[in-house]
């Protein structure tokens, strides 16, 4: 084998797949099976090192071969920045869900490439698509909502920048793993309609995009361990979506048997050895698995080396470049573009610094660290600019701001009263919800939530300011959804803030004081009582998933939301006219006319939703199919245009195995948020 062969140049598909053969023909069994084990080898020891003593603080690796001169993958995991060194913390993924700027994720994700890189990973793993079928899930803030067609969207704009570095982008976890503490039993039962339907058109869209692997999840799917699934990894990914990428397991306990695992189609057991190496060679040997089904899987791990570890560079990658000046600029305006403006009570925000003069900053949130869970999506940044810093750096010595972090609710009450204006920071923190990890000690997080509201000690501290002070403005951070029934109506103002990274403090700021518009818009639903969820048992052995949920099923039950799927308001307002439809070439084009009504500059989301109202089948009321981030000028008018394929209507027979478009009339709806009262509508037939 020549060195010469990971040089890196220009090469056509034909010739990585010719290279590719020419390999695997030259290698002993013993060869292909390194190439589908990570290099480590797996020990109770070696697991408490990773998760105790720096998870990820180097790149994990699988397939080198030093006798052929096969480099191996080199895994980062993520998804809210480079998990390695010190990189740049960038705001959670829900939280960039939430500024529903594609260009924007793909700037990120861009940034990570090169951060990967310049740490010496050609492999991410932190594209998370799974779908938030109920906001108690732990994890949430790893992923980028409630909707399959915007998990789509985002991934595929992560998968875009990530690989336009020659790193290979890993979209995980496969599939439908939504729940967290019960990840490695819960067995998940769901119809075909629903899987096909609900919880795998993201996952496709980001292979059509051209992901390079998959990540199995630990779950179950209708009796089988996802990383036993043949129906999952065989015929849906490589036969039915033609993947010709690779697939890995979750960490460590992905698999429990590798005869079923590669016969499945898992292609590599990261990051340990446990049972493929030695003990997948001996069962080749032992002609209990094909030879052929090793020759197949180590393809298409040599395919995708070659394809990107050989591939041309379009810049060099200096260590240097991490967490530089330009990338946490890059993570600040994404926590601006990404904060979500609920409510504003006589335009309470932007704060008028000429009238008000003592600000009171009220909870041990406002000035704690709180970029999110300490799991494997943990980034080791720097620095974190607290609200309360992020407050006093803009400020100054303009207004006055007194500090009381809720300790003592008699403070908390003299300090409110006393203010011109309360700004009460609080909400979720590292414990209340995240990667569930009870064995690992320190790493340990809240897993899946019992509540969606705020803890009691945090409601008596924003209760006791708000009694105070009717000029109280409430910041949330989280990953998901927070209940506020309680006290919404006695806030003036609520914003959410999310896990917004580390220069999060000092968005927060800009948006509180005017010097940035809010343009957020929810990326999931809040809804008004808990009990209009679907059912969730976060220590459940078995579940079955819906066709319905988020604001598919509050439309369907006619439930009033709190906050509807895609709201936010911002300190300007939009009006919406003039909807029009083209059908042509299979493709139906709306264009609608946006007018910035008020005298400063904002961005708006422009939702665009099909109806299937007259469908002869179970559906939703209307699905997300299109959305535009623009921006205008005061008392600017834009036509906003959008197309939306035909493919896009289609639902899945699960009579004829196949996708199917009914010959009916749709409704296309458009506005700026998922609720119907929002939302202009014209009918088309197709």
Same mark, same amino acid.
């Given at each position: 084998?020549?060195?010469?062969?990971?040089?890196?140049?220009?090469?056509?598909?034909?010739?990585?797949?010719?290279?590719?053969?020419?390999?695997?023909?030259?290698?002993?069994?013993?060869?292909?099976?390194?190439?589908?084990?990570g290099?480590?080898?797996?020990?109770k020891?070696?697991?408490?090192?990773?998760?105790?003593?720096?998870?990820?603080?180097?790149?994990?690796?699988?397939?080198?071969?030093?006798?052929?001169?096969?480099?191996?993958?080199?895994?980062?995991?993520?998804?809210?920045?480079?998990v390695?060194?010190?990189?740049?913390?960038?705001?959670?993924?829900?939280?960039?869900?939430a500024?529903?700027?594609?260009?924007?994720?793909?700037?990120?994700?861009?940034?990570?490439g090169?951060?990967?890189?310049?740490q010496?990973?050609?492999?991410?793993?932190?594209?998370?698509?799974?779908?938030?079928?109920?906001?108690?899930?732990?994890?949430?803030?790893?992923?980028?909502?409630?909707?399959?067609?915007?998990?789509?969207?985002?991934?595929?704009?992560?998968?875009?920048?990530?690989?336009?570095?020659?790193?290979?982008?890993?979209?995980?976890?496969?599939?439908?793993?939504?729940?967290?503490?019960?990840?490695?039993?819960?067995?998940?039962?769901?119809?075909?309609?629903?899987?096909?339907?609900?919880?795998?058109?993201?996952?496709k869209r980001?292979?059509?995009?051209?992901?390079?692997?998959?990540?199995?999840?630990?779950?179950?799917?209708?009796?089988?361990?996802?990383?036993?699934?043949?129906?999952?990894? +065989?015929? #849906? %990914?490589?036969?039915?979506? !033609?993947?010709?990428?690779?697939?890995? /397991? *979750?960490? &460590?306990?992905?698999?429990?048997?590798?005869?079923k695992a590669?016969?499945?189609?898992?292609?590599?057991?990261?990051?340990?050895?446990?049972?493929?190496?030695?003990?997948?060679?001996?069962?080749?040997?032992?002609?209990?698995?094909?030879?052929?089904?090793?020759?197949?899987?180590?393809?298409?791990?040599?395919?995708?080396?070659?394809k990107?570890?050989?591939?041309?560079?379009?810049?060099?990658?200096?260590?240097?470049?991490?967490?530089?000046?330009?990338?946490?600029?890059l993570?600040?305006?994404?926590?601006?573009? +990404?904060m #979500? %403006?609920?409510?504003?009570? !006589?335009?309470?925000?932007?704060?008028? /610094? *000429?009238? &008000?003069?003592?600000?009171?900053?009220?909870?041990?949130?406002?000035?704690?660290?709180?970029?999110?869970?300490?799991?494997?999506?943990?980034?080791?940044?720097?620095y974190?600019?607290t609200?309360?810093?992020?407050?006093?750096?803009?400020?100054?010595?303009?207004?006055?701001?007194?500090?009381?972090?809720?300790?003592?609710?008699?403070?908390?009450?003299?300090?409110?009263?006393?203010a011109?204006?309360?700004?009460?920071?609080?909400?979720?923190?590292?414990?209340?919800?995240?990667?569930?990890?009870?064995?690992?000690?320190?790493?340990?997080?809240?897993?899946?939530?019992?509540?969606?509201?705020?803890?009691?000690?945090?409601?008596?501290?924003?209760?006791?300011?708000?009694?105070?002070n009717?000029?109280?403005?409430?910041v949330?951070?989280?990953?998901?959804?927070?209940?506020?029934e309680?006290?919404?109506?006695?806030?003036a103002?609520?914003?959410?803030?999310?896990?917004?990274?580390?220069?999060?403090?000092?968005?927060?700021?800009?948006?509180?004081?005017?010097?940035?518009?809010?343009?957020?818009?929810?990326?999931?639903?809040?809804?008004?009582?808990?009990?209009?969820?679907?059912?969730?048992?976060?220590?459940?052995?078995?579940?079955?998933?819906?066709?319905?949920?988020?604001?598919?099923?509050?439309?369907?039950?006619k439930?009033?939301?709190?906050?509807?799927?895609?709201?936010?308001?911002?300190?300007?307002?939009y009006?919406?006219d003039?909807?029009?439809?083209?059908?042509?070439?299979?493709?139906?084009?709306?264009?609608?006319?946006?007018?910035?009504?008020?005298?400063?500059e904002?961005e708006?989301?422009?939702?665009?939703?099909?109806?299937?109202?007259?469908?002869?089948?179970?559906?939703?009321?209307?699905?997300?199919?299109?959305?535009?981030?623009?921006?205008?000028?005061?008392?600017?008018?834009?036509?906003?245009?959008?197309?939306?394929?035909?493919?896009?209507?289609?639902?899945?027979?699960?009579?004829?195995?196949?996708?199917?478009?009914?010959?009916?009339?749709?409704?296309?709806?458009?506005?700026?948020?998922?609720?119907?009262?929002?939302?202009?509508?014209?009918?088309?037939?197709?």
């Amino acid at each position: 084998m020549t060195v010469e062969i990971w040089q890196r140049q220009k090469r056509s598909e034909d010739e990585i797949n010719k290279l590719a053969r020419k390999i695997l023909a030259e290698m002993t069994l013993e060869q292909k099976v390194n190439q589908m084990s990570g290099d480590s080898f797996y020990t109770k020891e070696a697991v408490d090192n990773m998760m105790e003593n720096g998870y990820n603080l180097e790149p994990y690796y699988a397939g080198r071969d030093e006798e052929l001169g096969i480099p191996p993958i080199a895994f980062t995991d993520g998804p809210r920045g480079i998990v390695m060194g010190n990189s740049t913390c960038f705001p959670v993924s829900m939280a960039r869900a939430a500024s529903w700027d594609i260009d924007l994720e793909e700037r990120i994700a861009d940034v990570m490439g090169i951060e990967a890189r310049a740490q010496g990973a050609n492999y991410y793993g932190g594209v998370c698509i799974n779908l938030l079928r109920h906001p108690a899930w732990g994890r949430a803030q790893e992923t980028f909502g409630e909707d399959p067609f915007l998990l789509g969207e985002f991934g595929s704009a992560q998968v875009r920048g990530i690989q336009s570095h020659n790193v290979m982008a890993c979209i995980k976890h496969f599939a439908a793993n939504s729940m967290e503490n019960a990840r490695f039993k819960v067995d998940v039962n769901l119809d075909e309609r629903t899987l096909r339907e609900v919880y795998l058109p993201h996952f496709k869209r980001c292979i059509n995009e051209g992901a390079a692997s998959v990540m199995s999840a630990y779950n179950k799917v209708r009796g089988k361990y996802c990383g036993h699934n043949e129906y999952l990894l +065989s015929k #849906v %990914l490589k036969e039915d979506w !033609n993947f010709d990428g690779f697939v890995i /397991t *979750d960490f &460590v306990f992905g698999m429990y048997d590798g005869e079923k695992a590669a016969k499945a189609g898992v292609d590599i057991e990261m990051p340990f050895t446990m049972h493929y190496g030695d003990k997948l060679k001996e069962l080749v040997e032992a002609n209990k698995i094909e030879e052929e089904i090793i020759d197949k899987a180590v393809l298409r791990i040599l395919r995708q080396k070659l394809k990107f570890i050989t591939a041309e560079d379009k810049q060099n990658y200096a260590l240097s470049m991490v967490a530089c000046k330009e990338h946490r600029e890059l993570a600040r305006e994404s926590a601006e573009k +990404s904060m #979500v %403006l609920l409510k504003n009570q !006589n335009n309470i925000l932007p704060i008028n /610094t *000429d009238e &008000v003069k003592k600000v009171a900053v009220i909870g041990s949130l406002a000035n704690t660290p709180n970029t999110g869970d300490r799991g494997s999506s943990n980034v080791r940044n720097e620095y974190t600019v607290t609200p309360l810093e992020g407050i006093k750096n803009l400020v100054g010595r303009d207004i006055k701001i007194n500090y009381q972090d809720g300790s003592d609710l008699k403070e908390v009450a003299r300090v409110a009263s006393a203010a011109d204006l309360v700004i009460v920071i609080t909400g979720n923190r590292t414990g209340d919800e995240g990667e569930y990890l009870e064995d690992f000690g320190d790493a340990n997080n809240g897993g899946d939530r019992d509540s969606l509201t705020i803890a009691e000690e945090e409601y008596e501290i924003l209760d006791t300011a708000i009694n105070e002070n009717e000029n109280s403005i409430v910041v949330l951070t989280g990953g998901s959804v927070i209940m506020m029934e309680e006290w919404k109506e006695r806030a003036a103002a609520i914003l959410i803030a999310w896990y917004s990274g580390m220069e999060g403090g000092n968005a927060l700021a800009r948006i509180i004081f005017g010097e940035v518009n809010p343009s957020g818009k929810l990326p999931f639903t809040i809804p008004s009582s808990e009990e209009e969820l679907p059912f969730f048992d976060k220590d459940a052995e078995e579940i079955n998933y819906g066709y319905y949920h988020g604001y598919t099923l509050f439309d369907k039950e006619k439930y009033k939301p709190a906050f509807p799927f895609g709201y936010g308001i911002s300190y300007t307002s939009y009006s919406y006219d003039n909807l029009q439809t083209e059908l042509k070439n299979e493709v139906i084009t709306v264009n609608i006319d946006v007018k910035n009504q008020g005298d400063i500059e904002g961005e708006e989301v422009v939702q665009y939703y099909v109806g299937f109202s007259n469908s002869k089948v179970d559906r939703p009321l209307k699905l997300l199919k299109g959305f535009k981030k623009i921006v205008l000028a005061p008392q600017e008018t834009k036509t906003v245009s959008c197309d939306i394929k035909i493919d896009e209507l289609a639902y899945y027979n699960d009579k004829t195995e196949k996708w199917e478009i009914e010959d009916i009339e749709y409704e296309i709806y458009v506005g700026p948020s998922s609720d119907t009262k929002d939302l202009l509508v014209a009918k088309i037939n197709i």
